[in-house]
């Protein structure tokens, strides 16, 4: 009996030591973000593959196994119940024969259509494929691999690739179930020339060219075209209207004005994009220099119904540079979309998942109060004219990163210049801004801050802003001073946020 119960126990305590990844050691390294993904260890880049099945959402991403700089990129994965919380796992896709694993999607495949999946469970026929580009030095194309088992092991189809038309820059596929027309759609991108195309499939595995889209947007001849998706989603305030929306990731991040990730909203038959603004339109997801390679998670259930985005934060000017080890970058947190009408015309908007709410702790109601390192704060200004700084993020005697708000040009801002450690790379430091004009010049702010982070939300959504900062000193304490402007202050509300790591 006593054995018995003594057993138990143990089963009990390696459980918990398992259950929810209590990393202390995250704790102790000053820019691991608190409640951001990051891998343990080694490099990362893309978000991959988001899904959801099971009660489980999978974050895969761009990952090198085996060091702190791009390389051997595979498929990274993570999983959550809460889109807080990440389990990590092993890898999922590995590089092999000299065919590197980038970046892609995955569905749920529920009916079986591609003849791959081997469900134990009879009444339920589904399993997970992942669509993911092999790349090699002379060629990119499209291959396909399966999971039976929750996304734990994966097998790489035999007859990979699936889609080859022999080009070196053809990438990112993201697949869609189109229940019109009731075929799987992929939406890949031709990048060097800033189009992307869509195929259509019956079973995943044989592809068929349904139409291009390009020359619209960000769409210069040096940029390049990546990681696309495409989904539908309900207009707000109109009962029963959807309409499209096309997300195309611009690299460099930053050229014209706005962040790596652009959209385009419009109408899709399953053959073809239509475009509602005329080509010269430019309409960014994010303003910030961190927020790329941005894409939403399929299969959602429909009782739940949110598209769901998350965009990696960094940008590849100097993403091999950060100063962080024994890992590099993390990935925002999980946003969700909808399209609202504003005086500019249907946008889309954005805000973090509700879930964040819940590592909401201790609270302060005046900005003097505040002190941390993660934190989320809601303020509201009465601005006035001119350029005026509104929160500083103090980490140090002489070090601070400044939000504010022009009046004369009407732009929000954010100004890193003097954030902590910014010499690693030139184009780290600086200003970055993003167009913004006031009702009754009303100014919400939503900011998220962690360690090496901030996202700003702002204009009901329409406006987000996310930026990576280094504080120096070991300080990591981020305070909040307010307004000694003109501006003036007028609501306020901020807590600190609980790590995920923690216990
Ligand atoms: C975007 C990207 C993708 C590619 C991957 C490689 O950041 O360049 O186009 O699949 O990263 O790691």
Wanted: hydrophobic content about 35%; overall charge neutral.
């Amino acid at each position: 009996m006593l054995r018995c119960v003594l057993s138990l126990l143990l089963v009990a305590l390696l459980i918990a030591a398992a259950d929810g990844q209590a990393r202390d050691d995250y704790y102790q390294e000053p820019f691991r973000p608190q409640f951001h993904f990051t891998p343990e260890r080694n490099w990362m880049n893309d978000p991959n593959g988001l899904v959801y099945y099971q009660g489980e959402y999978h974050l895969f991403y761009q990952y090198n196994p085996f060091g702190n700089d791009w390389g051997h990129m595979s498929w990274g994965h993570a999983v959550s119940t809460d889109l807080l919380h990440w389990q990590h796992l092993p890898v999922a896709l590995a590089e092999e024969n000299g065919v590197m694993i980038f970046s892609g999607s995955a569905v749920v495949d529920r009916n079986n259509t591609s003849g791959l999946c081997r469900n134990p469970d009879p009444k339920d026929k589904s399993c997970l494929i992942a669509i993911y580009t092999g790349h090699t030095e002379q060629n990119q194309s499209q291959h396909i691999a399966v999971s039976n088992d929750r996304g734990r092991t994966w097998t790489k189809y035999a007859g990979n690739p699936v889609l080859d038309i022999g080009y070196r820059d053809f990438r990112d596929p993201k697949v869609i179930w189109h229940e019109a027309t009731k075929k799987w759609v992929m939406v890949v991108s031709l990048s060097r020339e800033q189009k992307v195309r869509f195929y259509g499939s019956a079973d995943l595995k044989k592809w068929e060219l349904l139409s291009e889209f390009g020359g619209a947007g960000v769409a210069d001849k040096d940029v390049q075209w990546e990681c696309p998706d495409l989904f539908a989603l309900p207009v707000d305030g109109q009962p029963g209207k959807k309409k499209w929306v096309l997300i195309v990731n611009i690299n460099p991040g930053g050229v014209a004005g706005g962040s790596g990730g652009q959209y385009f909203i419009g109408s899709f038959d399953g053959r073809r994009f239509t475009n509602d603004n005329p080509p010269e339109r430019k309409m960014f997801l994010d303003y910030g220099r961190d927020f790329y390679a941005a894409v939403t998670f399929s299969d959602i259930p429909k009782s739940d119904g949110r598209r769901i985005l998350i965009g990696w934060m960094s940008n590849w000017q100097y993403a091999g540079k950060e100063p962080t080890s024994p890992w590099r970058t993390a990935q925002s947190v999980p946003r969700v979309l909808s399209l609202k009408r504003f005086s500019d015309g249907l946008r889309l908007a954005q805000q973090p998942v509700a879930e964040l709410q819940r590592l909401r702790d201790r609270h302060f109601e005046k900005p003097e109060e505040v002190r941390g390192d993660a934190l989320e704060i809601i303020a509201e200004f009465q601005t006035s004219t001119g350029r005026q700084p509104l929160i500083r993020l103090v980490s140090g005697p002489d070090a601070a990163t400044i939000i504010g708000y022009d009046a004369a040009t009407e732009r929000l801002f954010i100004d890193r210049s003097r954030s902590g450690l910014v010499d690693f790379d030139p184009n780290f430091p600086g200003t970055r801004e993003a167009p913004m004009k006031l009702r009754q010049q009303r100014l919400k702010l939503r900011v998220l801050v962690d360690r090496s982070s901030v996202e700003i939300f702002s204009a009901d959504g329409q406006v987000a802003v996310t930026e990576r900062i280094f504080p120096l000193n070991n300080l990591q304490t981020v305070e909040i001073v307010a307004a000694e402007t003109q501006a003036r202050c007028v609501a306020f509300d901020a807590w600190q946020l609980k790590s995920v790591w923690r216990k």
